[in-house]
């Protein structure tokens, strides 16, 4: 599975923590930035992430900043994506069994870096749950977007 990751400089630290902890598992990265601490808008790199899962370059993406809410809204913001801002473990899983989402966002000044292995482990990890009532909550949801 190819994996879109994509962070400001407020989370720099970490999204290299957890792409070196994808690879390590075995997982393609695809880095969307940003590649220093030096400040950046977060908007351009959660959009890059975001654009690459949904055009299907990618499986799944991860997007960081200091709140995960700037980058989670971004990504939101494009046509396709369901992306969940995710502080604890049992909201990533319930996220993948309900939702289906295809990208996660986490705040870097929210989550310690052990937390943040354990929800990005158990993000990857649950399937879909493929019950009727979630998908046609999805498809709900889904025809929202303009």
Same mark, same amino acid.
Request: include cysteine; glycine fraction near 10%; aromatic fraction near 6%.
């Given at each position: +599975? ?13 999204? %290299? ?21 030096? %400040? ?46 995710? %502080? ?14 295809? +990208? ?12 943040? +292995? ?29």
């Amino acid at each position: +599975m190819k994996i879109a990751i994509g962070c400001d400089h407020g989370a720099f630290v970490l999204k %290299s923590k957890v792409a070196a902890h994808l690879k390590a598992l075995g997982y393609e990265v695809e880095d969307f930035g940003t590649h220093s601490l030096d %400040s950046c808008d977060y908007p351009d790199f959660a959009a890059a992430a975001a654009k690459a899962v949904a055009s299907g370059e990618c499986q799944r993406g991860i997007v960081l900043c200091t709140t995960g809410i700037g980058v989670s809204i971004s990504a939101n913001k494009i046509k396709g994506i369901r992306c969940a801002l995710l %502080s604890d473990v049992w909201s990533a899983k319930m996220t993948r069994l309900h939702n289906d989402t295809n +990208m996660m966002a986490l705040g870097a000044g929210i989550v310690g870096e052990n937390l943040a +292995m354990e929800i990005v482990d158990t993000w990857l990890g649950t399937a879909f749950s493929g019950e009727a009532r979630h998908q046609r909550r999805i498809d709900k949801v889904m025809a929202l977007e303009g």
